[in-house]
């Protein structure tokens, strides 16, 4: 089976004229834009493959933090745009965190799992003041790590 999956970033619903410093972010970062990739499961296009999926991990926060973060709303003149608010980054870093903790299983070498597992287990057993917590070196499993600026 064949998948032909087309992204397109159209901004023009949500173009903001005014002049509310929070809602006038989001006309540079999200800008009409688009990407394309044809996706197969059949053994026989192996050969032409770029990438393969190993894993899709995906993280739903749902706190009112989350919620208010990134907001569609009016400013003081009724023009309606989306606001962006400060808690945008701690929300963002949250569920980065969160995904990999749950993708690092997947996908790090079992030399860090285990380094991984040591440090638990010491942190457990002498406390967590005395050990440091080990922070895994996800560079062994990735080639490339790219943050899209509006995820």
Not at 67 to 75: A, K, P
Not at 79 to 104: P, Q
Request: hydrophobic share 40%.
């Amino acid at each position: 089976t064949y998948t032909l999956v087309v992204s397109h970033e159209n901004l023009t619903n949500n173009w903001y004229p005014g002049c509310d410093r929070s809602m006038l972010v989001p006309n540079c970062i999200f800008r009409s834009n688009g990407a394309a990739i044809l996706l197969s499961n059949k053994t026989k296009d192996c050969w032409r493959a770029k990438y393969q999926l190993q894993h899709v991990v995906r993280t739903t926060i749902s706190t009112d933090e989350a919620f208010q973060c990134v907001y569609q709303m009016e400013d003081d003149k009724g023009i309606r745009g989306v606001r962006l608010g400060k808690e945008l980054m701690s929300v963002a870093a949250s569920a980065l965190k969160l995904n990999l903790t749950r993708l690092g299983p997947k996908v790090l070498p079992l030399t860090e799992q285990l380094a991984f597992a040591a440090n638990l287990v010491a942190r457990q057993v002498m406390g967590p003041k005395k050990v440091k917590p080990y922070v895994p070196d996800f560079t062994m499993a990735f080639d490339h790590i790219c943050l899209h600026t509006g995820e």
